[in-house]
């Protein structure tokens, strides 16, 4: 038994303030000691301007639970709606409330919104593909959910890690590695996909590795010969030192299958997989499981600054003062305005009440299915063609 702990930030701390850097602890300190707790206007942004850059907008679900019932009012863009540039957030109510808050509310929008962004990107490039999460071994195991959920916020099909799907109440999705040929020993492949077989449930679909130990064709034909009707697919998994011109392998594995009749056999590709490797691919194969491409994304470089104090516009250099909204035009594009003024003609406002009085608006806002639905058609809106 060992008396090590892992290193966890866990829910009391988040939800008590304790999750959050040193300075922000000085702050309300100095604002206690001054008797000062002004009444501000506080907005979450990456760009100030539009740039053409869109991103994808996830972890509200997070950042809701964070700061429901504190008496707060926030505004923000639907998860799995696109951005560029101006406000995603704003959250109105006394600072002190909220100031010890500010580290891990980014936290959760930042992490979560470059995963989806990055789903995204595969999602729009292989659209008529099946799209697997295989990223959780690449972070943090107290990350592992997010990044699940914020795949499937931007149409992937599923992911694997099992945790996370008790968590946001999907099942993961799997087969078999390397590891359990390895286990049976060279030449055994077949003893590998008969005791897999074997010991799958029933709803489990039967897809083959297979790469393992020889050529992709000749382990495919003999996974084919061993579990006959039985077997619903194979995957290649090839790593990238060994595999060559992997297009040229999947088509010649295709053409052995169709040839013997099997044309009905899914083929599904991971390893490695990216948007470029995505577009060579998609019109050979059935699915991709896509890892570190997608949980490794660079964190959106978001930030909270206060724009209005005591009902007058405020803010640091080099921010925007004054309460803003944020537009879906008529054309597609994105266009920033302060609130009180004339919104662009056909425009569409994004930021929606989603805390109002500390109290949540239940408007199907923390809805996984409803965000992928979203994303999609917003992405289709703007013309957004994925990055890479």
């Not at 907005?43 to 100030?48: I, L």
């Not at 006394?94 to 959760?108: D, H, I, N, Q, V």
């Not at 930030?303 to 035009?329: F, M």
Request: net charge negative; aromatic share 6%; proline share 4%.
């Amino acid at each position: 038994m060992t008396d090590f702990e892992f290193d966890i930030v866990d829910d009391e701390a988040i939800r008590g303030g304790r999750a959050t850097d040193a300075y922000f602890d000085r702050t309300t300190a100095a604002l206690e000691h001054a008797g000062r707790n002004p009444e501000v206007v506080a907005e979450v942004t990456a760009d100030q301007f539009p740039n053409g850059e869109f991103e994808l907008f996830a972890g509200l679900n997070d950042a809701v639970a964070l700061l429901a019932g504190r008496g707060l009012d926030v505004h923000a863009i639907p998860e799995g709606r696109l951005f560029d540039g101006g406000p995603v957030m704003r959250i109105e109510g006394s600072y002190r409330t909220f100031a010890r808050l500010e580290t891990s509310l980014l936290g959760f929008l930042s992490h979560a919104s470059a995963i989806a962004t990055a789903a995204l990107d595969c999602r729009v490039t292989a659209p008529d593909s099946q799209l697997l999460s295989f990223g959780a071994r690449h972070v943090h195991p107290s990350m592992a959910a997010a990044v699940e959920r914020s795949a499937l916020v931007a149409g992937f099909d599923g992911f694997s890690h099992v945790a996370a799907g008790d968590l946001i109440d999907r099942e993961a999705s799997g087969t078999m590695p390397h590891a359990l040929a390895i286990c049976f020993g060279r030449g055994n492949q077949e003893a590998a996909w008969h005791a897999f077989d074997e010991a799958a449930g029933p709803d489990t679909p039967r897809i083959a590795l297979c790469d393992t130990y020889t050529d992709e064709v000749d382990e495919t034909l003999r996974a084919v010969e061993t579990l006959g009707d039985r077997l619903d697919g194979i995957r290649l998994d090839t790593t990238g030192s060994r595999r060559g011109d992997f297009e040229h392998i999947v088509r010649e594995v295709r053409w052995e299958l169709d040839a013997r009749g099997h044309d009905d056999l899914d083929v599904y590709v991971s390893g490695g997989l990216g948007p470029a490797d995505l577009r060579t691919l998609r019109d050979h194969v059935d699915g991709f499981g896509v890892g570190g491409h997608v949980s490794n994304a660079d964190p959106v470089d978001f930030a909270l600054d206060i724009v209005e104090v005591d009902g007058e516009p405020a803010a640091k250099r080099g921010k925007l003062s004054g309460t803003k909204q944020a537009y879906r035009t008529a054309d597609g594009a994105h266009a920033v305005g302060l609130v009180d003024r004339d919104a662009p003609e056909g425009s569409e406002p994004l930021l929606e009440p989603v805390i109002r009085d500390g109290e949540v608006i239940d408007g199907g806002a923390f809805s996984l299915t409803a965000a992928a639905e979203r994303a999609l058609a917003d992405a289709e809106r703007v013309g957004y063609g994925g990055r890479n």
